[in-house]
């Protein structure tokens, strides 16, 4: 599971800023950037909202993908020289210290950190089975446990409460997927059957439960990905929502609710209870609703990043926070105080979407609020 104004002589200030930041050999730095240093004014002085800092983070390799927060002073990330030498960084951003986490092999990938930011889901490549295990790796202690084995990488993702790590399972021969459901409290794994049609191009490639472990959303590929919504029964998933989809932002407000962009770009609201949907807002790219699920930041097509309240059905007091920036990633921090944004400068637009590389023009920035 994205604030109001700053007007041109901010986004004029913070390009100038941000690129004097690129240029020469690697470094490694934090750039702090009062609001009272951009000359604008916050849009509808409500006091919703309102920019304090924002730091911009620089990394030293070629290699950089954001995870996280691992907690409220300190995000995680895959650095690296090359794909070989990859290790998980946790960076304090108001100074840029570095420490080292783990060392990651070739073919080792980093599926998503918990809610909290203390463990991340880690898909470890098996030579002996030309597969790989799922591992819950502790951030902070250093420790790992399997979940799984014999698996293909799909993302793994965690319910908002932290309780089910969820991911995609085929069968030996490559079909039949299914959703597999890993109860941290229960510490078991629960294997549950998808419709014989979705198989193929139409395979789920994510999927997500519920708090209450009852239900999941699920990403189906194909030429126009879509999202489907769906409970448990016994085994099985019986699918009861289903929409074409833009992106991969979707999440649950509440076990009733969920929140998607819809083919039109619109940041939707739909409840299984009644059937009701909902438009929030507009040329919507991504989302991401705060851990409370009181607040939801957002960002649009135009390069705008938006904060506002959830409010029953809908949204209050959206404000603009950032302008420029083609945000892909939108992160609240634990305690909801803070927000790490990842994207690409409005400037380099026609290029192609943020990679895994840092130097592709891809901005992490961490904005603190009053």
Same mark, same amino acid.
């Given at each position: 599971?994205?604030?109001?104004?700053?007007?041109?002589?901010?986004?004029?200030?913070?390009?100038?800023?941000?690129?004097?930041?690129?240029?020469?050999?690697?470094?490694?730095?934090?750039?702090?950037?009062?609001?009272?240093?951009?000359?604008?004014?916050?849009?509808?002085?409500?006091?919703?909202?309102?920019?304090?800092?924002?730091?911009?983070?620089?990394?030293?390799?070629?290699?950089?993908?954001?995870?996280?927060?691992?907690?409220?002073?300190?995000?995680?990330?895959?650095?690296?020289?090359?794909?070989?030498?990859?290790?998980?960084? /946790?960076?304090?951003? $108001?100074?840029?210290?570095?420490? !080292?986490?783990?060392?990651? %092999?070739?073919? =080792?990938?980093? @599926?998503? &950190?918990?809610?909290?930011?203390?463990?991340?889901?880690?898909?470890?490549?098996?030579?002996?089975?030309?597969?790989?295990?799922?591992?819950?790796?502790?951030?902070?202690?250093?420790?790992?446990?399997?979940?799984?084995?014999?698996?293909?990488?799909?993302?793994?993702?965690?319910?908002?409460?932290?309780?089910?790590?969820?991911?995609?399972?085929?069968?030996?021969?490559?079909?039949?997927?299914?959703?597999?459901?890993?109860? /941290?409290?229960?510490? $078991?794994?629960?294997?549950?059957? !998808?419709?014989?049609?979705? %198989?193929?191009? =139409?395979?789920? @490639?994510? &999927?997500?439960?519920?708090?209450?472990?009852?239900?999941?959303?699920?990403?189906?590929?194909?030429?126009?990905?879509?999202?489907?919504?769906?409970?448990?029964?016994?085994?099985?998933?019986?699918?009861?929502?289903?929409?074409?989809?833009?992106?991969?932002?979707?999440?649950?407000?509440?076990?009733?609710?969920?929140?998607?962009?819809?083919?039109?770009?619109?940041?939707?609201?739909?409840?299984?209870?009644?059937?009701?949907?909902?438009?929030?807002?507009?040329?919507?790219?991504?989302?991401?609703?705060?851990?409370?699920?009181?607040?939801?930041?957002? @960002?649009?097509?135009?390069?705008?990043?938006?904060?506002?309240?959830?409010?029953?059905?809908?949204?209050?007091?959206?404000?603009?926070?950032?302008?420029?920036?083609?945000?892909?990633?939108?992160?609240?921090?634990?305690?909801?105080?803070?927000?790490?944004?990842?994207?690409?400068?409005?400037?380099?637009?026609?290029?192609?979407?943020?990679?895994?590389?840092?130097?592709?023009?891809?901005?992490?920035?961490?904005?603190?609020?009053?």
């Amino acid at each position: 599971m994205r604030k109001r104004t700053f007007i041109g002589m901010l986004s004029c200030f913070l390009a100038c800023m941000l690129l004097a930041g690129c240029g020469g050999g690697p470094k490694s730095k934090t750039v702090v950037i009062p609001e009272s240093e951009f000359g604008g004014e916050a849009a509808g002085g409500t006091g919703h909202f309102d920019v304090s800092k924002i730091y911009k983070l620089d990394f030293a390799g070629p290699y950089r993908e954001l995870l996280g927060w691992n907690d409220n002073e300190r995000v995680a990330a895959v650095t690296g020289q090359t794909e070989a030498d990859r290790e998980i960084e /946790r960076i304090d951003y $108001r100074y840029n210290t570095r420490q !080292l986490r783990a060392k990651l %092999g070739a073919g =080792d990938i980093v @599926s998503g &950190l918990s809610p909290d930011g203390s463990f991340a889901a880690l898909y470890r490549s098996d030579p002996g089975t030309r597969g790989w295990k799922l591992s819950l790796f502790n951030l902070n202690a250093l420790t790992e446990t399997v979940i799984g084995d014999n698996l293909n990488p799909y993302q793994a993702e965690w319910s908002n409460n932290g309780q089910y790590v969820s991911y995609v399972k085929y069968g030996p021969d490559g079909k039949e997927p299914s959703v597999a459901v890993f109860d /941290r409290k229960l510490n $078991r794994t629960e294997l549950y059957r !998808l419709p014989p049609a979705w %198989g193929g191009k =139409d395979a789920p @490639s994510s &999927l997500k439960v519920s708090d209450d472990g009852k239900r999941a959303l699920l990403i189906l590929s194909g030429k126009q990905p879509r999202l489907a919504a769906g409970t448990f029964k016994g085994h099985d998933i019986a699918i009861g929502f289903e929409r074409p989809l833009t992106g991969n932002s979707f999440d649950f407000l509440n076990n009733d609710q969920i929140e998607y962009i819809g083919a039109d770009g619109s940041l939707t609201l739909y409840d299984s209870r009644n059937g009701n949907i909902a438009s929030l807002a507009q040329n919507v790219e991504s989302f991401q609703l705060s851990h409370d699920r009181k607040k939801i930041v957002y @960002s649009t097509s135009q390069g705008d990043v938006h904060a506002a309240e959830v409010r029953g059905n809908g949204i209050a007091n959206d404000k603009l926070i950032f302008k420029g920036l083609l945000a892909v990633r939108l992160l609240w921090s634990p305690d909801d105080g803070r927000l790490l944004m990842d994207g690409r400068k409005m400037y380099t637009a026609t290029a192609p979407a943020p990679t895994r590389d840092a130097q592709d023009g891809s901005e992490p920035l961490v904005v603190t609020f009053e």
